[in-house]
């Protein structure tokens, strides 16, 4: 019954955005539902605690949509939000994103850190992350790997958190992000435009960001953000969540989760198997996306030769390999998905749907699959289209060898559990990888 009610106050979230705040065209579909990608997949961001790339043209609502959802999931007022954000530009120091040195305490000769607001909130969003130049987006890299804030001898690490960071397309004034961050996001997203229609609506809604602003809360959460107790525990802030949610629901009759509610949440989505026919699925991509018949693994420093045997599959099409990270983040997040639909387990429909999401800022592709793809009827950009292409090329094969597949996997556990019986043979990367695992071809 939790679930249910825990399942239905985020869908009243997700409408409430929708209708008042964040005004969108649905552009997803999943059993049998509409939505809007950016919302939704923004909003299980939030709840899941996970990493999310916003991109965009600029005024199309990227930053504004990750307040607003922040603002409800984490019962924080608009302005202690605003207050946490940090900008992305050239002259963006560790002093203003992490912390600085109490100067009263260090002319004593104590060594106190004053931790920045970004640091210490749970909601962490960095607007136009492109405009840091490429040897300062080392400074966020491990914060936002872990919640681990370091600054002189002192450390600072978030209970919980999510990140947001947008950027705008490139211009002359944007960088480009460096593979490593790019890889601690687990999905990317465009925030698009929602049609003339709608936009002539949103002209008419200057007030809207005023519903979720409440000068006393905001007062009171920045006090107290920046007061310590007992030395070094912060002040307990959840008297100040709970003021502000219901201030929220007396102004927009939306019910706003406790911190209590949201670890529910997580644990009820953590809880979620994965089906047999998804496991297959996700395993038929990351053999595609690593797997090199003459290298071992993809490297981004070789290339595959023309006519190789395995030019029909992806691995042909990338140069980089897939990391570590992308599996997990496809597997969080098919749980949300299955969660939200209220799905008993995360299922192909699922891991199908969040597959581009979290492959487009990942893969680099060859310069030959781009060019095939740039001038395809698209909705979308370039690299989440050539992502999306990819990942029904994958499910096709997937649907034609699932028989084969699902048999092979089950002969390769029990091979592993002493039976002897022949190993499974296929042409797909995949039976490579599970006669590599078997110790019947070389690692």
Known sequence: MAVQEHRGKIRDMYTFISERLYFNRPDLSVQGESANATLLLSLLTALIGGKALIIGEPGLGKTTAAEYICSLLYCLPLGVIWSGEVSGHPEQTEEKIVGRPNLGKLNQGEEVVVWSTFARLPVKIVDEINRLPETKQSLILDGLERGKWEYLSQGLINDEFCLFATANYQDQGTNTLVPPLLDRFDIVVESKHPGANIASVIGQSSARENLLRHADSEGAFLDALLRPRNGRKAVDVEPLHRGFAKVVHERCGVVLLSRAQRQAVRQEIAALPMALEANALLRMVLAELSFCCKYGQKRSSEVCDEGCHYTNYLCYEVRNCASNRLPGSVYRYAQA????????????????????????????????????????????????????????????????????ILASLGTA???????????????????????????????
């Open 337 to 404: 998905l299955a969660w939200w639909c209220g799905s008993p387990h995360v299922d192909v429909e699922h891991i199908r749907t969040i597959l581009p999401y979290a492959l487009a800022h990942r893969t680099q592709w060859r310069e030959s699959y781009l060019l095939a793809r740039e001038h395809e009827r698209r909705q979308e950009p370039l690299l989440l289209h050539a992502a999306r292409h990819a990942t029904a090329a994958v499910l096709h094969r997937f649907h034609e060898q699932r028989h084969d």
């Open 413 to 443: 556990a029990r091979v592993l559990d002493g039976d002897d019986l022949p190993p499974p043979q296929g042409d797909h990367p995949l039976y490579s990888e599970i006669r590599r695992d078997l110790g019947l071809e070389p690692v």
